[in-house]
């Protein structure tokens, strides 16, 4: 079974930096597609950005231009680094994988999740 582990959440300032990790295993697919998602308290969970294997990536247009997702293939870990964080990017962020499919935004085509890292921002 795959899994998924997430780390580096925490509290950060408006304006700050943090960069998310996610740490994959168990994967049998030989390309796949990971990406991270977020829910704020009473809202529904949305897309933030996506990664292909080979590295072609989708963003929001929330986070377009501050976030960045990366990965490391020797580690089988990714990474969102998000960067000029604001108060609305609270949130507890998810990591998600999926096998070798279109990796669009929308978390109903991921069937693998992690447990979620918290990331709040003060203003």
Known sequence: AVQLVE??????QSGGSLRLSC?????????YC???FRQAPGAER???ATITYDGRTTYSDSVKG??????????STVFLHMNSVKPDDTAM???????????????????????????????
Do not use: N
Request: charged share 10%; proline share 5%.
């Open 34 to 36: 990971m990406g991270w």
């Open 7 to 12: 780390s580096g959440g925490g509290s950060v």
């Open 93 to 123: 962020y998810y990591c998600a994988a999926e096998g070798p499919i279109m990796c669009p935004l929308s978390p109903a085509v991921f069937g693998d999740w992690g447990q979620g890292t918290q990331v709040t921002v003060s203003s």
């Open 23 to 31: 740490a994959a295993s168990g994967y049998t697919y030989s390309s």
């Open 66 to 75: 501050r976030f960045t997702i990366s990965q490391d293939h020797a580690k």
């Open 46 to 48: 949305e897309g933030v």
